[in-house]
Structures are given as structure tokens and as C-alpha cells.
């Protein structure tokens, strides 16, 4: 762990563009006790231009699409950390979004055995993120990019536990809530979720046996509000009935990666399995994320990502290349492309059967995104 605490892993580290960081440090004296104050963050501009972005808005866009400020306070074991961030966009690409991202407090830092509390990233799967965002400029499928289900960036009120059996070996695990807004049609569940409703546990390797491979495993488990009906019933039996009974109960996701990193390269694969009521598909969806990324030179990475989702039948492309021309500043380019099936398993409603999500159509997109960052 950082010296900045836990959440260097979901602000910092993960980023594509952030070879070189700087913190900022000041010490109080509080009731004659010692408080180590941190921060630390970056700040986003960002451009892109295709047929991705509405006719509406040129199909274009300009605006920072995610800017963050990390507080933090240390003493002895115990730390606080705040997220201030935000988002600046057009109102129709997402709008202003500004205020608290993320507040918890770790006990434990720097211990084997660390918990935490508050709003905060679950960091669940291979290439888990808090804030920021994806590895790439558009978000993969994992992320919620193509209408998935953001796996990778999960966050909210939890409480978290983090063991170290050695600095590349840990298992994290925890318990977190959810609002009446995330359990599916709220008309008709009869109950909302409990914290003991939704669990996770995930193991990860970092570096295992020595060999530059690294790895996880993990389960989840999230609580969706379900009415009777179509999706409760497989589409057998009329609204407001459920012979399979699947109303306000807690439904299974399972992640499982590898990858490789040595050198100037590093290379992944992870799968994803959702159940069906997860994600409102007719099956179980299940989302394969390729990731490969090579530093041939002194500040400069290329990458690729293609993910794939089974029953929203989308597949995502990403290809780009970050320079880091500045100590602090980095330019990155990306082409992305999402290319729609015709065989898309997903409810738009009870009752409605096989259609598309409101909004969403088979029209494959593209666009071609810069953005420049400067970390601090």
C-alpha cells in the first residue's frame, strides 16, 4: 500500500496517463496529536469528434470528463480520505456533476489487515478503477461502455476489509448498500436492499510465484427488486406472477483474470458472469475484456482493449497511444469503435418482451477522442 493510503490503487495507479505524480504535504498539531494532511489529484481536457457524440451537440465534444482532488488525514494507523471530482460536459454528453465523490476512513494503513468505511470503490475484478475511469478513453463493456453493467467501477456506502498475506498477495472483501433506485423496477419490489444483501470477496495476486503473471478470482453478490412477470418467469406467465420466484433477491456476479506483465509489455484477460436478472437479459450475460498494452520508448504507451458482451451482443474496440511530454502532462489519442448485433437479449419492460433498451439502437459508433491530463 501507498503512502497515501488505499486509495492510491483507484486514483493514481491505474491510470493511463499518470507516469509521475506529486503530493503536496502539511503536518497539525490537533489536541497534541500529529495529523499528516495529503493531497493529491488531476485535471482532465478532453475532445472527441464521431458519430459516437449526437448530431445534436456536431457530433462533437469538448469539456473534462472526469477531474479529481484527494484529501487526505493520517494519524498513527488511521486515515480519512475525501474525493473531490467532477464532470463538465454539454447537458446532452452528461452535463456538470460536481461535488463528493468518495469519503471513508481506514484503520489499519500500512498493516496487513487494513478496514475501511464510508463511500468508497469496491475494486472488484482485474482491472478495477474508482474514480477516474477505464483504462481507456471510452469505457469497455465491463465499465458500462455498449449499455453493460460497470463491474469494474463499483462504488458506494460499504465496509471493506483488506488482507495482505504478503505485499503481492491479498484477499478483499466486503459488504455494501444500495439505494431503492438500483433494485430494478421499484413499483413493484417488495423489498430494498440490505447491506447484508450484497457481499463480495476477491483474491488477488500481483506477481505470482515470481513470474510476472498476476491474477484474481472473485464473487459477488447484489441485490435486485424484481416484480413478477416476464423476466421473473422467462417470459412463461403474465405480469404480476413469478414462477421462478426471482423478486428481491441477491444475484450472483463472478470475475476470474490473468495476465502478464514484464518489460515493456502487459497483457490480460478476464471474464465477467452476471446473472440474468443483473443485467435484465432473457440468459446469464457474460462479458470477455481483452487488454494489451507495450512501452516501447521513455514516456510512451500504446494500447489495445477489445471487450465483448454476450447477450447485450456488443463488442468494443479501443486503440490509442499516451505520450508523456511533461513531468505532469500527458497527451493521449484513442479510436474507438462499438459495433451492435441484431440479436441483443434484453427487456425493456415487463411485459414488453425481446426489444432494445429506451435510447439505445443497433447503429454502430465511432469516434476519435484526445484528452490531456496533468497529474498533481
Do not use: C
Not at 124 to 138: A, V
Not at 293 to 311: L, T
Not at 341 to 357: A, E, F, I, M
Amino acid at each position: 500500500m501507498k503512502k497515501n493510503g488505499l486509495t492510491r490503487i483507484s486514483v493514481l495507479a491505474l491510470s493511463m496517463t499518470a507516469s509521475a505524480s506529486a503530493f503536496a504535504e502539511a503536518t497539525l498539531n490537533v489536541n497534541n496529536t500529529s495529523i499528516a494532511l495529503d493531497w493529491s489529484g488531476f485535471v482532465r481536457a478532453d475532445y472527441g469528434v464521431g458519430d459516437r457524440y449526437s448530431k445534436a451537440d456536431g457530433e462533437d465534444r469538448l469539456g473534462f470528463t472526469k477531474s479529481l482532488l484527494l484529501l487526505s488525514a493520517t494519524t498513527e494507523d488511521i486515515q480519512a480520505v475525501l474525493d473531490f471530482g467532477g464532470t463538465g460536459l454539454s447537458q446532452s454528453q452528461g452535463g456538470s456533476d460536481i461535488g463528493i465523490k468518495d469519503a471513508f476512513i481506514v484503520i489499519g494503513r500500512d498493516k496487513p489487515f487494513t478496514l475501511s468505511a464510508g463511500a468508497q470503490p469496491l475494486l472488484f475484478g482485474l482491472h478495477p478503477n474508482g474514480y477516474p475511469s477505464d483504462s481507456s478513453l471510452q469505457t469497455n463493456v465491463d465499465y458500462g461502455g455498449g449499455g453493460g453493467f460497470a463491474v469494474s467501477q463499483q462504488a458506494g456506502p460499504s465496509v471493506i476489509g483488506t488482507y495482505k498475506f504478503d505485499p503481492d498477495l491479498s484477499v478483499r472483501f466486503g459488504a455494501f448498500d444500495l439505494a431503492e433506485s438500483n433494485t430494478g423496477d421499484t413499483t413493484t419490489a417488495t423489498n430494498g436492499s440490505k447491506i447484508i444483501n450484497n457481499l463480495f470477496v476477491l483474491l488477488r495476486d500481483d506477481n505470482i510465484a515470481g513470474t510476472g503473471l498476476y491474477g484474481t478470482l472473485g464473487a459477488e453478490e447484489i441485490y435486485v427488486g424484481l416484480p413478477g412477470g416476464p423476466l421473473g418467469t422467462q417470459g412463461g406467465g403474465p405480469v404480476g406472477t413469478s414462477t421462478f420466484s426471482q423478486v428481491d433477491k441477491s444475484k450472483g456476479i463472478y470475475s476470474g483474470g490473468i495476465g502478464f506483465k514484464k518489460d515493456i509489455f502487459d497483457v490480460s484477460i478476464e471474464y465477467i458472469g452476471l446473472n440474468a436478472a443483473i443485467v435484465n437479459t432473457l440468459d446469464n450475460e457474460r462479458y470477455i475484456r481483452f487488454h494489451g498494452q507495450v512501452e516501447p520508448i521513455a514516456d510512451w504507451k500504446f494500447y489495445a482493449d477489445y471487450s465483448n458482451g454476450h447477450e447485450l451482443d456488443v463488442s468494443d474496440y479501443r486503440i490509442g497511444a499516451s505520450w508523456q511530454f511533461r513531468k505532469h502532462l500527458a497527451l493521449t489519442g484513442e479510436y474507438s469503435r462499438d459495433d451492435y448485433g441484431s440479436d441483443r437479449k434484453v427487456y425493456t419492460g415487463y411485459g414488453n418482451g425481446y426489444q432494445l433498451p429506451p435510447g439505445v439502437t443497433l447503429q454502430n459508433v465511432q469516434s476519435v477522442d484526445l484528452r490531456l491530463t496533468f497529474v498533481f
